[in-house]
Nanobody, 120 residues
Framework: HVQLVESGGGSVQAGGSLRLTCVAS?????MGWFRQGPGKEREGVAL???????SYADSVKGRFTISLDNIKSTVDLQMRSLKPEDTAMYYC??????????????????WGLGTQVTVS
């Protein structure tokens, strides 16, 4: 079982930036970030695989950047120009899948406990 530990959440004003980091206990082929806002379903934000393929949600393209350190098994999410609608619990996820970085939560079998991001 892969353990995922997130850090870097917090509160920020609109237009600000935050950087999230996820450390995995084991390598995975796909890693990335999902989020779940109040009363909303969990949605894919940014996912990356070890080949460097990346998927972004349309709502974050141009504002968020995901990066993967294959040696350290960490995945970072740099978030810029944050908006109140980015407020959510952000979860790190990983999967052994080799079919590409899916934005669907059902493609991932390992999850962190989450880190809260609040934008006001």
């Amino acid at each position: 079982h892969v353990q995922l530990v997130e850090s870097g959440g917090g509160s920020v004003q609109a237009g600000g930036s935050l950087r999230l980091t996820c450390v995995a206990s084991q390598r995975a082929n796909c890693m990335g970030w999902f989020r779940q806002g109040p009363g909303k379903e969990r949605e894919g934000v940014a996912l990356i695989d070890r080949a460097g393929s990346i998927s972004y949600a349309d709502s974050v393209k141009g504002r968020f950047t995901i990066s993967l350190d294959n040696i350290k098994s960490t995945v970072d999410l740099q978030m810029r120009s944050l908006k109140p609608e980015d407020t959510a619990m952000y979860y790190c996820a990983s999967s052994p899948t080799t079919t590409g970085p899916s934005l669907s939560p059902s493609a991932y079998n390992n999850w962190g406990l989450g880190t809260q991001v609040t934008v006001s």
